[in-house]
């Protein structure tokens, strides 16, 4: 190990930074993030430094360098552009054994900076030693997006009940236990999501709770899994994936989606044939319940975004009445992804003001929509379910003004790597999808916007034609 990482309090102690350039003033921000107070030496600084002084967060010392500006620091940073001042530095601080580093000069540093993930209390940080920053960052970055925000909070919370958990456990391995429990289960989840008061209830219970594993209690997650591709999936949407005990998925989650669900979670597919939705709907809604009535973490996987033709509503009545706690996690819907992965943004300065989202389906299989609204000029009409119905569609937009030369385009299993795109007008959409066989799902997108998608078509699918 070329660096042994070790955690320095800086709180209320000097650092001195030679040197007053850009670099010079992030370190500053790092430093007085740490609580240090910072002492500048420097003929010139940035404005942003200018305005710390002005403020009092820093003292300016404006002079050239010189070794008595040493006096009293706990560390040193030099930043200046002059190598030998740098080397300077070094020298001196070296000799009074004050820790120094300069920047970009490893051979002249007694430390060095890593790359840091601040989840204050918890802090991660990431060194190659100098060797490469570049892959330094992206490790960082990395870890960034495995890493959820709140876990500052949740060790904060952990952090307040250390000494009530050590009261009542009295063996290592039992606070090890408990502590996992909460940290892998329900009471971290209630952080995650904001619930910090619930979650503090809920530690406190499983501490009076007599054995040492906290109560099993199911929760439910209901998650937009985007409309395909896994790359559109949120941060929290994967981590609530890895951590399900059983998911309940349909037919438009894709498989590679589904590829990322724990392992060892139970898979359930609740597709859907058109014709039997009222009585499956109401299963699926039971089996949610039930399967948190066993303790269990339920992921409820759904295309794209579960309040969004998702039926999300129905799915979670049954848990609010019985009082199960549940999240509802947002995804892409089809329209935002299909647009984007199509080169068609929905709304446009010249062609629309408005977009509208509709069902192209009623329960009763039926289209009844608000034609006269649907027909306004200025606006972009999105179709989800639209294929049954979409003679019907196109004759009553017609009927309702809308003229027949009107650019319309199908997306065809938006965002995935089978994208497919059709651009005709309401009076061959018909025709495209017989001579195509185009097939579900597929969003219907109709309005002047949808010119835009010879000029700004990008995205090149590996499988299909466009
Ligand atoms: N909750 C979903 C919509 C479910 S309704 C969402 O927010 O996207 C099902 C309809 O959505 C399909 O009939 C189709 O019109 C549309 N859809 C969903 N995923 C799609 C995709 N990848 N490509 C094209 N259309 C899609």
Not at 215 to 241: I, S
Not at 315 to 321: H, K, M, T
Request: glycine content about 8%.
């Amino acid at each position: 190990m070329d660096y042994l990482p070790i955690f320095v309090d800086l709180k209320k102690r000097l650092v001195l930074v030679v040197g007053g350039g850009n670099v010079a003033a992030r370190k500053v921000g790092l430093l007085l993030r740490a609580g240090a107070k910072v002492r500048v030496v420097s003929p010139a600084i940035t404005a942003s430094l200018q305005s710390r002084c002005d403020v009092g967060q820093v003292e300016h010392i404006t002079a050239k360098y010189e070794a008595s500006h040493l006096s009293g620091a706990a560390l040193v940073i030099a930043a200046t552009d002059d190598m030998s001042v740098n080397r300077q530095v070094y020298e001196a601080a070296k000799q009074r054994g004050v820790p120094v580093n300069v920047a970009d000069a490893p051979e002249l540093c007694t430390f060095i900076l890593p790359s840091i993930i601040d989840r204050s209390p918890v802090v991660v940080a990431v060194s190659t030693g100098g060797a490469s920053p570049t892959l330094g960052r992206l490790l960082r970055a990395r870890l960034e997006t495995m890493i959820p925000h709140s876990y500052g909070r949740l060790a904060e919370l952990t952090r307040r009940f250390r000494q009530p958990v050590k009261k009542r456990f009295k063996t290592l391995s039992q606070r090890r236990h408990f502590w996992e429990g909460i940290i892998d289960g329900p009471v971290a989840e209630m952080v995650y999501s904001n619930r910090d008061a619930q979650a503090e209830e809920a530690l406190k219970r499983a501490i009076e709770a007599a054995n040492s594993a906290p109560p099993a209690k199911g929760e439910v997650y209901l998650v937009g899994a985007g409309p395909g591709d896994p790359d559109l999936l949120t941060f929290r949407a994967l981590r609530l994936m890895q951590v399900a005990d059983v998911v309940l998925y349909d037919r438009l989650v894709s498989p590679q989606i589904l590829d990322l669900v724990r392992r060892e979670a139970e898979q359930i597919y609740v597709g859907k044939k058109r014709a039997y939705h009222a009585v499956r709907q109401e299963e699926i809604n039971q089996l949610l319940v039930d399967l948190a009535k066993q303790g269990k973490r339920v992921l409820r996987l759904k295309g794209g975004d579960p309040f969004i033709f998702g039926r999300g509503g129905e799915e979670i009545a049954g848990l609010a009445d019985e009082g199960i706690p549940f999240q509802v996690v947002p995804g892409v819907t089809a329209a935002a992804g299909c647009s984007s992965y199509a080169g068609i943004p929905l709304t446009h300065r010249d062609y629309a003001q408005s977009v509208m989202f509709v069902t192209g389906q009623l329960k009763d299989g039926s289209v009844d929509l608000q034609w006269q609204a649907l027909a306004q000029p200025h606006q972009t009409v999105v179709v989800y379910m639209g294929l049954a119905g979409l003679d019907i569609i196109c004759k009553k937009l017609i009927q309702h003004g809308v003229s027949s030369d009107m650019p319309a385009a199908l997306v065809q299993q938006g965002t995935t790597v089978s994208q497919r795109v059709f651009i005709g007008t309401l009076n061959n959409l018909s025709q495209l999808i017989r001579e195509h066989e185009v097939r579900a799902p597929t969003l219907l997108i109709i309005g002047q916007v949808v010119q835009l998608h010879q000029r700004f078509s990008w995205y090149q699918p590996t499988a299909g034609c466009s």
